[in-house]
């Protein structure tokens, strides 16, 4: 099968994929990306050998080849980052321990987390779960 992307790695990147493939401090995931790099650069070798070298599925090759022609080196071997908006602002958090405290009474806990979480609402108006509730009050109390 004819390759629609091809992989041309420069010095740098094969230095970095040679010490990666040969280090024992990353995954084995990241390890068999680099190995198939190395295999795939300006080679002789088709789809179905590198398959059978490193144990990447034929399809999965395919992906990695356009991954790299697409999105880079690094996106391909370490994946894209990931970003997640925090749920509550510190702001948020503070008022969230308030509460818990303020529902106290003689040293004895008058609230659970379902209660908490039922009626917190955070200053962006999005409720709560007790999951979050019990993350944010394990880091105070």
Do not use: C
Request: hydrophobic share 35%; net charge positive.
């Amino acid at each position: 099968m004819k390759r629609k992307y091809y992989v041309s790695l420069d010095q740098d990147e094969l230095l970095m994929l040679q010490d990666l493939v040969n280090s024992k401090n990353y995954s084995l995931q990241k390890r068999k990306r680099a190995h198939m790099l190395l295999l795939a650069n300006d080679s002789d070798f088709t789809n179905e050998q590198i398959s059978q070298m490193t144990g990447i599925s034929i399809r999965g090759i395919e992906e990695i080849y356009k991954r790299f022609v697409l999105h880079g080196f690094k996106v391909t071997i370490y994946g894209k980052p990931r970003h997640r908006m925090p749920i509550m602002d510190p702001v948020d958090e503070e008022r969230l321990r308030v509460m818990a405290s303020q529902l106290s009474k003689n040293g004895k806990k008058l609230w659970t987390l379902k209660r908490l979480s039922q009626d917190f609402v955070t200053s962006k108006g999005l409720k709560v779960s007790m999951e979050t509730v019990r993350r944010i009050l394990k880091k105070y109390l």
